[in-house]
């Protein structure tokens, strides 16, 4: 007699994918924040006693609504992954011959495209809507300046409004097991490298004709500084052409030997 209960290999599925997310954000995150207190103490260890108190008291805060995130992340994930394997039903596929070799990259893109522009939409509605930022949002933003450990810090209504994305993208648009990796990978490094609190890229590729389309810490630190502009994730297409965007932290574009000097940190 069969049962309505999810199965083992479901259960399986879930809790592996959870540990997965979690995993993957405790690495890059960790390897992050590692680089930054050797390269840029400044930033992550202020001199001072109470402060450098309240920067730990904000980095354990990070890390728990992160780990929180990464279980309802995981559970949509984990149960794409358990309807792929089990039944064929999304349309991950692994024979690269399957579709044309051109359709990887360009999966990947798409993937990107969609995830962005679904950020920056929901991203400018949960700050133009006061009830909206205080019940979801506002758990982002205690953080200031945010750490690399920020990247997935979330409450739970605003995990909820993304997580679902990019497994139901799955079941939509076909994508090779490999560049759905990529994209997963990628998702992760903009959302750890736009919270650095410093810019780990040179001036002239944040300021050249490729890289100026790019979002990076330069970029994302000003919204963190004043909110309402600079809403998006990977590409600065949105906020450019909604009038969002309004440009780049002069302080994070300054000669990396000179510390930051956030004003919480003065």
Not at 26 to 41: D, E, N, Q, V
Not at 98 to 114: D, F, G, K, Q, T
Not at 115 to 121: M, N
Not at 185 to 212: C, Q
Request: aromatic fraction near 16%; charged fraction near 15%; include cysteine.
């Amino acid at each position: 007699m069969q049962t309505a209960m999810p199965t083992t290999a479901l259960w399986v599925s879930l809790l592996g994918m959870c540990l997965i997310v979690a995993v993957r954000y405790l690495a890059i995150s960790g390897l992050f924040a590692w680089s930054a207190k050797k390269i840029r103490p400044d930033v992550y260890s202020p001199r001072d006693p109470k402060k450098a108190a309240r920067m730990a008291r904000q980095v354990k805060r990070e890390i728990a609504w992160s780990l929180s995130a990464a279980v309802l992340y995981g559970l949509p994930a984990g149960l794409a992954a358990h309807l792929w394997a089990t039944r064929g039903l999304t349309k991950i596929y692994v024979d690269p011959n399957a579709y044309p070799i051109w359709w990887i990259p360009l999966s990947v893109l798409l993937y990107l495209s969609i995830h962005d522009a679904w950020f920056y939409w929901t991203h400018r509605a949960m700050h133009h809507w006061p009830w909206l930022f205080k019940k979801a949002h506002a758990v982002h933003h205690e953080s200031r300046p945010p750490t690399a450990w920020a990247a997935m810090a979330f409450h739970p209504w605003e995990s909820l409004s993304a997580a679902w994305l990019i497994p139901a993208l799955t079941f939509v648009i076909p994508i090779h097991i490999a560049a759905l990796g990529t994209v997963l990978t990628i998702m992760t490094f903009f959302g750890v490298t736009n919270h650095m609190g410093w810019e780990i890229f040179p001036k002239r590729w944040i300021e050249g004709w490729f890289g100026r389309h790019f979002i990076s810490a330069s970029h994302h630190h000003v919204h963190h500084e004043r909110y309402m502009s600079n809403y998006g994730l990977y590409f600065r297409f949105w906020d450019k052409l909604c009038g969002t965007d309004k440009g780049l932290s002069p302080d994070l574009l300054a000669a990396k030997e000179r510390a930051f000097k956030a004003p919480q940190l003065q």
